[in-house]
């Protein structure tokens, strides 16, 4: 079955640049979404199709793709930014997430 | 507004059965894809399953995890989607999230419903 592999955390700066990569094989064939879990709270959209931003999604949040690896990329991060980032493609059929990134901003 | 307000959660005995409904509103239920995606205490997100529109028959596809022991099924005129989860076991304990798929190009989740808590427990 189909993997992504994200780091388990990243750590930023207050007004910096956070990265989030999310990999796969053969990841640059496939469109990438983005989620964030903040705690205790459901999941929300905040990049689809490898870069877009839905409404409401501040321009902060920044989605692209190179090779086998994707990033969410968090322009001048906020405290209001900590949560869990889930990427997730569709393949075969099937939902796959990967096992998220938890950003803590410092 | 569009939202997913979801019932049925609780706490049940290993080899029982629970429903969970997930109640749509602010948009056309009847022509979008639903999943539903659970989360077990302290760990990351995991797809359970969906089910397609009419336009698609309502074909279900669902994880190895739970096929053959969860059913979903969708009732558009009550704009109400369905997780039928039957022979519970403990690992099934976790909050369960229904959502809206978009399914151009690709499939994706665009509204969430707040979660239901299941426990799976003697």
Known sequence: SFELTQPLSVSVALGQTARFTCGG???GSKNVHWYQQKPGQAPVLVI???YNRPSGIPDRFS???SGNTATLIISRAQVEDEGDYYCQVWDSFTEVFGGGTKLTVL | EVQLVQS???LVQPGRSLRLSCTASGFTFGDYAMSWVRQAPGKGLEWVGFIR???YD???QY???VKGRFTISRDDFKSIAYLQMNSLKTEDTAVYYCSRVRTRV??????WGKGATVTVSS
């Open chain 2, 63 to 65: 994880a190895a995890s």
């Open chain 1, 25 to 27: 094989s053969n990841i």
């Open chain 2, 106 to 111: 690709s499939f994706y989740m665009d509204v």
């Open chain 2, 53 to 55: 529109s009419k336009d």
């Open chain 2, 8 to 10: 049925g959660g609780g």
């Open chain 2, 58 to 60: 309502g074909a279900t």
């Open chain 1, 48 to 50: 689809y199709r490898d």
């Open chain 1, 63 to 65: 989605g692209s793709k």
